[in-house]
């Protein structure tokens, strides 16, 4: 008996959100799987965001440089705009940013792949990584508990 109640107790304990893995896709065939390691070895941003009265400090790697590894240009012109940048969540939801959207050479707000808060892993319902677009109105195209990043051309 006193084994069951120790297992049912683990059972329902907390755990934290598993290591997980981001794949990425280019439209030649390329893909890429990168872990929080790697994510963690590539160059960083801090996005600091607001909400109510509560403010934190996101950090991650910019959407653009994930694209990159998988064949978008690193300085988009002409027809490159013609590219989107699909990001899909596990639950099935997706959001498209436009390549030129995540152009720093043509927009000051950025596009972020977050893998921590305020110095911390995400929360479980939230990560491991989770997209955060800088300056939009309201939070509809984050997206959370990411995936997949795939580089489409049109």
Partial sequence: MRLLL??????LAPVPAA???????????RTATLNAADLKAMPRVTLVLTVGASRYEYQGVLLKDL??????PDQPHGPDFAQTVLVKAGDG???AFGLGELDKTLRTNRVILADTVDGGP????DG???????GDMRPARGVRQVTEIELVRH
């Fill in 67 to 72: 694209a990159v590894r998988v064949g978008a």
């Fill in 122 to 125: 995400l929360e479980a319902n």
């Fill in 6 to 11: 120790i297992l049912a107790a683990l059972a």
């Fill in 19 to 29: 290591a997980q893995s981001l794949l990425l896709k280019g439209p030649d065939g």
């Fill in 128 to 134: 491991p990584f989770k997209v955060f677009a800088e």
């Fill in 93 to 95: 939801y997706r959001v």
